[in-house]
């Protein structure tokens, strides 16, 4: 009997998740459809209610829905409760489970294409998102140095900060307004430097996330998003002799681990990333999930 999986977000018109998945889940032969389920707000708990269904498998959750599936599930994993996201559901006899895998998929990304070891070092991010939140709790549990947090809306990124203080051990974790004043202040001592904003992305092409002539050489500069395949910022890291990396391996590598909750199975991750690489060439923009 055909079994369903898909991505939960709005908007999903440019949805990449169904494009490496499906290649995935057809290189083994699983009789599964991964799809795009485009979801706006009201119609979250509705579905969330039909992922019980015996043919539904779960799926993965992106913008704008990784914190508010949190009281609409079962169950959630230690670690997706720690960083107050959920980007995977796994649907096991009608019971929700959640998990997030946005956390080892940024922190594989991070050590082995980055060549990144966080510990003991500055991080500034762009954004105080889902994704950011899973973010930080992977840098924090690591043992960065300190950890600031820019954000638009000051008020989500103070938020963040007071939730995710009990893990801060030795590292310092601090938020501050998205203004010119704020960027210079940390960007002189930062060793890594995380946009976790979709600025950038296509459509937004001119957009950056942060003042550019601020860039330092010595610092990674880490865009999550994948498309374009070199954003604004990451041109200008490159101009100005930082390393750089893009986002299409945090989001292979988190749908690999996603991937392997539904189906028990090892991610063929060569088919994955070929077929990410494919459709990150076409109009494909969504990022996260």
């Known amino acids: 009997m055909l079994k369903y999986l898909g991505v939960i977000g709005y908007p999903l018109t440019r949805s990449l998740s169904p494009a490496f998945q499906q290649a995935a889940l057809d290189y083994l032969r699983l009789d599964i459809e991964y799809q795009a389920w485009p979801t706006p707000e009201d119609a979250l708990a509705t579905r969330i209610t039909t992922m019980r269904s015996p043919t539904v498998l779960g799926g993965n959750v992106t913008i704008p829905h990784k914190e508010a599936v949190l009281p609409l599930i079962d169950e959630v994993d230690p670690l997706a409760a720690r960083i107050g996201a959920v980007n995977t559901i796994v649907n096991r006899d009608a ?16 050590r082995e ?8 070092r500055r991080v500034v991010i762009a954004g105080a998102g889902g994704v950011a939140r899973a973010v930080v709790t992977a840098l924090l549990e690591v043992g960065t140095r300190s950890v600031t947090v820019i954000n638009r809306t000051l008020s989500r ?52 996330p942060v003042p550019l002539d601020l860039i ?11 498309h374009p395949a070199e954003t604004r910022l990451m041109a200008a890291a490159r101009q100005t002799g930082a390393s750089m990396l893009g ?4 989001l292979v590598y988190q749908g690999a681990a996603s991937f392997e909750l539904w189906t028990e199975q090892e991610a063929p991750l060569d088919i994955m990333f070929e077929a990410a690489r494919m459709g990150a060439g076409g109009e494909l923009a969504e990022k996260g999930a």
Not at 113 to 120: L, N, S
Not at 247 to 250: E, I
């Open 113 to 120: 294409d980055g060549g990144f070891e966080p510990a003991g």
């Open 95 to 110: 019971r929700l489970y959640g998990y997030n895998t946005d956390a080892g998929g940024f922190m594989r990304a991070l």
């Open 216 to 226: 330092r050489p010595s610092m990674l500069v880490y865009d999550l998003v994948y």
């Open 247 to 250: 986002g299409l391996p945090m």
């Open 157 to 208: 990124a103070n938020r963040l900060v007071t939730e995710l203080t009990e893990l801060v051990g030795a590292s310092e974790l601090r938020a501050l307004p998205e203004m010119y004043a704020s960027w210079a202040a940390v960007m002189s001592s930062c060793d890594l430097l995380i946009n976790c904003t979709s600025a950038g992305s296509s459509g937004s092409e001119e957009e950056s």
